[in-house]
C-alpha cells in the first residue's frame, strides 16, 4: 500500500504561511510561484481560491466604470489607445452630465457597489474636477452607489477637493514593476504615481490600484510589482491583461499565454491574501471564455461588468449569470459602508 506524497515546496509553504496564517507570500516566494510548471496550475488555482475564501470571504464586488473624457490624454503610456501621442484610434471626448447619471443607474441595475469615473489625463484640470463635481451631485440625487474616481495624478489640494466631495475609493495605477516602470512610460515617473497614492490613503480614501500584466516584463519584475503592491497595501487591485492595442509601442506584442495569466492572478491572490482582487481589462483576449471562471475559482473576487474603456467587455449578464453559478453572492452595497 501506498500513503499519500508528502507536499513540499513552495506550495505546501504557502498552505500554511498564507492560508492557515494570513500572512502575504514575499517577492522571492512569489517568484517561485510564477516559476511553477503549468502541471501546477491546478493545485495552485485551488489554493488561491482556498486562500481568497478563508481571508476575504464568497461576496464578489461587482463595479461598473465609464468614461467622463476619452482619449487625446497627453502622457505616452505605451500600452495605452488614449494617449494623444500615438497613432491609435481612440479620438478626445467628453460625456455630458446626463449620460453620466444614466450610466450609473444602469450600473446599480446590475448589483453594482462602486460606479468608477474615469478621465484620460495626466491629472485633473479645473474644469474636469468642476464637470465631476457636477456629476458627483447628479448621481448622488438619483442613485444608491459609491462613487469612485480615476481621474490621473493630483495634487494635494486636489486630493483634499475630491475627499470632500465623497469620493468613496481612489483608482490609481502603478501599472508594473518600478524597474519596468521606464520601458512602459516616460513622461512621467512611478514615484510620482506613487506620491499621489499616499496622498489618496492619508485622506481617508480607500485605495485602488492595480497594473496590467505582459507589457514584456519579465518574472522577476512580476514578482517586484507583486511585492510594490504588497507594500502600498491597497484596497483594491484591479489585474488587466495587455491587450496588445493598434497603433501604440505595445500594439505588436504577444498576448500572454493563458496559463501564465492564471498563475499571475494566483500568485498576487498569495501575495495580497485580503486585497479585493478584480479581473479588469483584457482578460477575454488572454483567457477566453473559460477564463472568468477559472479565475473566480482561482483568487479573484471582483469584477467590472459591461465595457472597458476602449476595448469591448462581456455584456454584464454574462457576469453574473456565472456568479449565480458558482453560488457566489454580490457583494451588497451595506456590507461596503
Ligand atoms: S494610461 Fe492614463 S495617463 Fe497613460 S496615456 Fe492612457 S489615459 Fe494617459
Known amino acids: 500500500m501506498t500513503s499519500a506524497p508528502v507536499q513540499t515546496g513552495i506550495l505546501a509553504l504557502a498552505r500554511e504561511q498564507v492560508l492557515e496564517r494570513g500572512e502575504a507570500l514575499n517577492e522571492s516566494q512569489v517568484l517561485e510561484v510564477l516559476q511553477l510548471p503549468d502541471d501546477r496550475l491546478e493545485e495552485l488555482l485551488a489554493l488561491a481560491h482556498d486562500v481568497r475564501m478563508k481571508w476575504c470571504g464568497p461576496e464578489v464586488e461587482v463595479e461598473g466604470i465609464i468614461s467622463l473624457k476619452t482619449g487625446g490624454c497627453p502622457e505616452d503610456c505605451h500600452f495605452c489607445s488614449q494617449s494623444g501621442l500615438f497613432q491609435s484610434p481612440v479620438r478626445a471626448a467628453w460625456l455630458d452630465i446626463p449620460s453620466l447619471v444614466e450610466a450609473a443607474k444602469q450600473t446599480a441595475k446590475t448589483g453594482a457597489t462602486e460606479f468608477c469615473i474615469v478621465a484620460a489625463v495626466r491629472g485633473p484640470d479645473e474644469r474636469l474636477l468642476a464637470q465631476v463635481a457636477a456629476g458627483i451631485e447628479a448621481i448622488r440625487n438619483e442613485v444608491d452607489i459609491q462613487i469612485a474616481c480615476s481621474l490621473g495624478m493630483l495634487t494635494q489640494e486636489q486630493v483634499d477637493q475630491l475627499a470632500a466631495m465623497g469620493v468613496h475609493r481612489y483608482n490609481h495605477n502603478l501599472e508594473t514593476a518600478k524597474s519596468h516602470f521606464p520601458?512602459?512610460?516616460?513622461?512621467?515617473?512611478?514615484?510620482?504615481?506613487?506620491?499621489?497614492?499616499?496622498?489618496?490613503?492619508?485622506?481617508?480614501?480607500?485605495?485602488?490600484?492595480?497594473?496590467?500584466?505582459?507589457?514584456?516584463?519579465s518574472?522577476?519584475?512580476?514578482?517586484?510589482?507583486?511585492?510594490?503592491?504588497?507594500?502600498?497595501?491597497?484596497?483594491?487591485?484591479?489585474?488587466?491583461?495587455?491587450?496588445?492595442?493598434?497603433?501604440?509601442?505595445?500594439?505588436?506584442?504577444?498576448?500572454?499565454?493563458?496559463?501564465?495569466?492564471?498563475?499571475?492572478?494566483?500568485?498576487?491572490?498569495?501575495?495580497?491574501?485580503?486585497?479585493?482582487?478584480?479581473?479588469?481589462?483584457?482578460?477575454?483576449?488572454?483567457?477566453?471564455?473559460?477564463?472568468?471562471?477559472?479565475?473566480?475559482?482561482?483568487?479573484?473576487?471582483?469584477?467590472?461588468?459591461?465595457?472597458?474603456?476602449?476595448?469591448?467587455?462581456?455584456?454584464?449578464?454574462?457576469?453574473?449569470d456565472l456568479l449565480v453559478d458558482l453560488q457566489m453572492p454580490i457583494k451588497a452595497l451595506n456590507d461596503t459602508l
Open 183 to 217: 520601458n512602459v512610460v516616460t513622461t512621467h515617473s512611478w514615484d510620482e504615481r506613487w506620491n499621489t497614492l499616499r496622498m489618496v490613503r492619508d485622506a481617508g480614501m480607500e485605495v485602488c490600484c492595480g497594473g496590467i500584466l505582459g507589457m514584456g516584463e
Open 219 to 320: 518574472l522577476e519584475q512580476r514578482a517586484e510589482f507583486a511585492a510594490n503592491l504588497a507594500e502600498l497595501e491597497p484596497d483594491e487591485v484591479p489585474l488587466n491583461f495587455l491587450n496588445p492595442r493598434p497603433g501604440t509601442p505595445f500594439g505588436d506584442l504577444e498576448v500572454l499565454p493563458a496559463s501564465e495569466a492564471l498563475k499571475s492572478v494566483a500568485a498576487f491572490r498569495l501575495a495580497l491574501p485580503r486585497t479585493i482582487l478584480r479581473f479588469a481589462g483584457g482578460r477575454e483576449i488572454t483567457l477566453g471564455d473559460l477564463g472568468a471562471k477559472q479565475g473566480i475559482l482561482g483568487g479573484i473576487n471582483a469584477v467590472i461588468v459591461g465595457n472597458y474603456l476602449t476595448t469591448l467587455g462581456r455584456p454584464a449578464e454574462q457576469d453574473l
